[in-house]
């Protein structure tokens, strides 16, 4: 259960830091100006707050588990189609439903992972899922470093699909 639960932070890790480093090669292809970068990159976390919102409501109407499951298959299904925005709006509406499927499952792995630990194990697993937060951004450093290691000349919409593997 632990890999599976935690997973949903390594997508995360891996998702952030993405959108953040191909936010310079989204820019000189669509022209965007230094508002609208910072707003691609922020859009996220307001949807990681609707999500955390709502999480608590599903989980507690259905359980921890379809939260976590559905978080998966929206982070995935919406990465992709990350990659295959044509303007500021749609990759803004995009990743805004990124966030929404983030924040989903994510406060139902953390409660669902001190539910089913055994006390003495509860910190350590706590610890172990935000370390997957770093795996994925560290996931995501390693492909944009094997992509362009100068980061001059970035297809982003290569990246955001290898960067929804996680997620998948």
């Known amino acids: 259960h632990f890999i599976v639960g935690a997973g949903v932070w390594l997508a995360d890790g891996a998702e952030l830091l993405l959108i953040g480093s191909v936010t310079n090669a989204v820019a000189q292809e669509w022209g965007l100006t230094p508002w609208q970068k910072g707003s691609v990159v922020s859009i996220v976390f307001v949807g990681v707050c609707i999500g955390n919102f709502v999480s608590g409501l599903i989980s507690d109407k259905c359980g921890r588990r379809l939260p976590i ?57 706590s610890a172990f899922s935000q370390i997957m937060f770093v795996v994925g951004e560290l996931y995501s450093a390693m492909i944009i470093w094997l992509s362009d290691p100068d980061m001059l000349t970035l297809d982003w919409r290569w990246l955001l699909i290898v960067g929804s593997y996680p997620g998948c």
């Open 69 to 125: 499951i559905t978080a998966y298959v929206w982070v995935a299904l919406l990465s992709i189609l990350s990659a295959t925005t044509w303007g500021f709006a749609s990759l803004c509406t995009i990743r805004f439903l990124v966030g929404c499927a983030f924040g989903l499952g994510q406060p139902a792995w953390n409660t669902l992972c001190t539910e089913i630990a055994p006390s003495n194990w509860r910190m350590t697993l």
